[in-house]
């Protein structure tokens, strides 16, 4: 009985270890999900920054003059952000009572993917310009960035 308790254990641990081993990611690729950590969430009246959507930031001046635009030129107190071991990105929707949230930011295949998810009012006529932002900070990271962005439209 004592001996088929220790194959069994011998069996599941090897088994463990084949799967850990074998799981075919490069130790010089990483892939997987990027934690992240929310700055700012906000909607801004405005118009948006020009991002086409989405942007990084890898240094403070940068930052400065993205936060800047962010607040309309007003003085808003910026976030401070270590960039040797920090990077920024940020999701921009334009629209009437827009939101847009990071979801997600993957490794895949040597580039980080952000998935976002928008939602705006279907009004064609808006009081005012608005627009949607979600800044997030994460572990500093090089390379190409793709901004994956799922929009809903919808009424209000």
Not at 3 to 24: D, F, K, N, Q, Y
Not at 32 to 49: D, E, I, M, Y
Request: glycine content about 10%.
């Amino acid at each position: 009985m004592k001996i088929r308790r220790w194959v069994t254990a011998g069996l599941v641990l090897g088994s463990m270890l084949s799967i850990l081993l074998g799981c075919g990611h490069s130790p010089t690729e990483p892939s997987g999900s990027l934690g992240f950590q929310t700055v700012l969430k906000a909607t801004r009246p405005g118009n948006p920054p020009d991002l086409q959507g989405g942007g990084t930031v890898r240094d403070r001046a940068r930052w400065q003059a993205v936060w800047t635009e962010l607040h309309g030129g007003l003085p808003a107190p910026l976030p401070e952000i270590d960039f040797s071991r920090e990077t920024v990105v940020l999701a921009v929707v334009p629209g009437c009572q827009a939101n847009v949230e990071i979801v997600a930011i993957d490794r895949e295949r040597g580039e980080s993917v952000v998935r976002t998810q928008a939602k705006s009012c279907a009004i064609a006529l808006c009081a005012r310009a608005e627009f949607a932002v979600h800044v997030v900070r994460l572990p500093r990271f090089e390379g190409p960035v793709r901004f994956d962005l799922r929009h809903d439209a919808g009424l209000c």
